[in-house]
């Protein structure tokens, strides 16, 4: 059949409309999907907080290096410890005489990334235990070591130095307990293949006590940085300051001991041990002087165990995880199960350098880690973050949680003002929240209940 050429042309301008009525059809079927896509993005992830906050990138907040230091095999000897947290970098330090050390970014928070989002206040209803009026208090704070820089703002202010803000709620609870990571010795030989190694002065022992500090846990990866005399010259100068120690000893036996204290008609005891050691020659084994280990839980449970037949209270404290690692590893929480298991009533956690998070145990505390106290000054923000933890034993067998925010400057512990606290504590809030615990707003610690 002849098709005239104007018919070809009507018929090929026909085809062309079909095919752009086609692309548009496509288009819109194209950008209604995209819409609904991005309804469904908006109404999830930002209409529902709780799933925003799931998704948050805390990338920022992330510490800047983590050190190794979990063997699951106790014969293998575990590796030096990378201690960058020592470094001395105390510009704006509390020899000018501001409280927050000149340490103070970003408002005053000392923080590091900011705070991780909180979850809204409707969402989650904080169970918490009041503490009884007249109930024991304990106080607890972290890592102390008084060498290098801190002994120079030492020689230059006094003693007292350290602990000018702290000394008057050291003196009004009952009993007030420390990790002591240092020797207090004038002898010994430094430890070798160590980048860091401590040493104070005989005055560190007497200055604990006059502070009102009444007991110290030797559990860690310094007392013995002058060897065994070291650890000698530190117990005997703590026994003449009149300050109980636990966790290290001239032996495997004294390293184990339980130390018992009377207080209020109630009989505490403490236990402390090391997950983290620069090598095997510091455990105390037989008749070895060293530090009670626990890289076997064995010996710790045991004597958890024993003292939990002897005493009304037992509290184990621990020096564990990694540097600057602002939540606990599986390893903590392995371990902190296993002694409230044997026996343990509250686990107080050190070795990080930084706050971590609290979490509740079938019924037991565990404050994984509560940072530096009186120490030299890192390049990291988070070690500039303290807290004094307050602990009241009620009289029905009830623990009451308080955590009082600090900054940690530069040999001396001094109060936050409201703003920064109030940022300290949201910030520990936070960590605590994937562990069921949250810190309210005037420091009391409790665990998560949902109101829907």
């Known amino acids: 059949m002849y098709i005239s050429r104007s018919d070809a042309h009507r018929a090929q301008k026909a085809r062309k409309r079909r095919k752009i009525r086609t692309l548009l059809t496509l288009n819109l079927v194209m950008l209604l999907i995209i819409a609904g896509l991005t309804a469904v993005y908006v109404f999830k992830f930002q209409?529902?907080?709780l799933e925003a906050e799931a998704g948050h990138d805390h990338s920022s907040t992330q510490v800047e290096e983590q050190v190794a230091t979990e063997h699951t095999d106790d014969a293998v000897e575990p590796e030096p410890v990378n201690e960058a947290e020592s470094v001395d970098t105390a510009s704006g330090s509390a020899e000018s005489g501001d409280p927050s050390g000149g340490q103070v970014g970003d408002e005053g928070t000392g923080q590091a990334g900011g705070n991780p989002t909180m979850k809204p206040a409707e969402e989650v209803n904080t169970q918490v235990v009041m503490p009884d009026q007249d109930g024991l208090k304990i106080s607890f704070v972290g890592d102390i070591q008084m060498s290098g820089k801190v002994a120079e703002l030492i020689d230059k202010n006094g003693d007292d130095f350290p602990f000018h803000y702290v000394k008057s709620m050291f003196e009004q609870d009952d009993l007030t307990v420390a990790n002591l990571e240092t020797p207090i010795t004038t002898g010994g030989v430094p430890a070798e293949d160590k980048q860091f190694v401590f040493k104070s002065a005989p005055g560190s022992a007497s200055a604990l006590g006059k502070a009102g500090i009444d007991m110290v846990t030797l559990a860690n990866n310094h007392v013995l940085d002058h060897g065994v005399t070291g650890l000698m010259d530190t117990m005997k100068h703590l026994d003449t300051a009149g300050?109980?120690?636990?966790?290290?000893?001239?032996?495997?036996?004294?390293?184990?001991?339980?130390?018992?204290?009377?207080?209020?008609?109630k009989r505490i005891a403490l236990l402390g041990f090391s997950r983290v050691l620069p090598k095997s020659s510091w455990f105390a084994k037989g008749k070895n002087p060293g530090v009670a280990d626990t890289y076997s839980s064995a010996k710790a449970r045991e004597k958890i165990a024993e003292a939990r037949k002897e005493a009304d209270f037992v509290i184990v404290t621990v020096h564990w995880g990694a540097e600057r690692a602002d939540k606990p590893n599986d390893v903590q929480k392995q371990l902190a199960r296993e002694y409230v298991d044997a026996g343990a009533d509250l686990i107080i956690g050190s070795h990080p350098h930084v706050l971590q998070g609290f979490e509740q145990y079938k019924g037991k505390w565990i404050a994984y880690s509560l940072?530096?106290?009186?120490?030299?000054?890192?390049?990291?923000?988070?070690?500039?973050?303290?807290?004094?933890?307050?602990?009241?034993l009620n009289h029905d067998g009830s623990c009451a949680l308080q955590m009082f925010p600090f900054h940690a400057n530069l040999g001396q512990a001094v109060p936050m003002d409201q703003a920064t606290g109030s940022k300290l504590l949201k910030r520990v809030s936070a960590l605590s929240h994937p562990l069921g615990a949250e810190v309210r707003q005037d420091g009391r610690i409790g665990t998560i209940g949902r109101t829907r």
């Open 47 to 49: 209409g529902d907080p």
């Open 243 to 265: 300050i109980q120690h636990f966790g290290a000893g001239k032996d495997e036996e004294e390293a184990f001991k339980i130390a018992y204290v009377e207080r209020k008609g």
């Open 371 to 392: 940072g530096n106290f009186v120490f030299t000054r890192s390049s990291n923000p988070m070690t500039w973050e303290t807290a004094v933890l307050q602990v009241t």
